[in-house]
């Protein structure tokens, strides 16, 4: 093997042989601390996202079971179906509403009811959306109302806005109950 014709090509393409090495170089420190660095963040979400999402689905002898949490589950839902009246007179709802209202000095309008089948969990939504006027005081004590009331499930839609007055608020809600 001819060594000096191989120094004379070395030596002819140095800087192309130089920007070689230094990439190399380069990608072995790039390699070694960023991303290493990243492979271990991301093994380590991956291990406390098993652990938080780990918990529903262990049987008591430590190993996944699928089947365990879907009954958990459906047992959560069959308690929630079951606390659920029967179809009722809305017109008990309407007078709970509004008595909320007078209770927190608030000014509404009609409420009406509209109802909505959910044939997979064999249950009816009734809905209605209210415009309401009032302090901000007062909207808060309605609000804390409705939130302990047990028979209104669902605050579905929520707006408040400056009202014409000072000190006066304008709310826009919407919110269901459900039966079965």
Sequence with gaps: ???????????????????????LLVNLIL????????????????INYSAFRG?????????????HGYENRKKALEAFLSSLPEMADL???????SSFFNKNGMTSGKIHFTPDRKEALSLWKYSTSLSVSGKYEGMKGLL????????????????LEKGSEKDQVDMRLKIATYCR
Aim: glycine fraction near 6%.
């Design 31 to 46: 390699q070694g601390t960023v991303i290493r660095n990243q492979q271990n963040k991301i093994r380590e979400q991956n």
């Design 55 to 67: 918990d529903w689905s262990r049987k008591t002898d430590g190993r996944p079971d699928a089947r």
């Design 91 to 97: 017109s008990d709802r309407a007078t709970e509403i």
């Design 1 to 23: 093997m001819d060594f000096s014709r191989f120094y004379k090509i070395a030596a002819a393409y140095k800087i192309y042989g130089f920007f070689c090495i230094l990439i």
């Design 144 to 159: 804390a109302d409705i939130h302990g009331s047990r028979s209104l499930f669902c605050i579905e839609h929520l707006s």
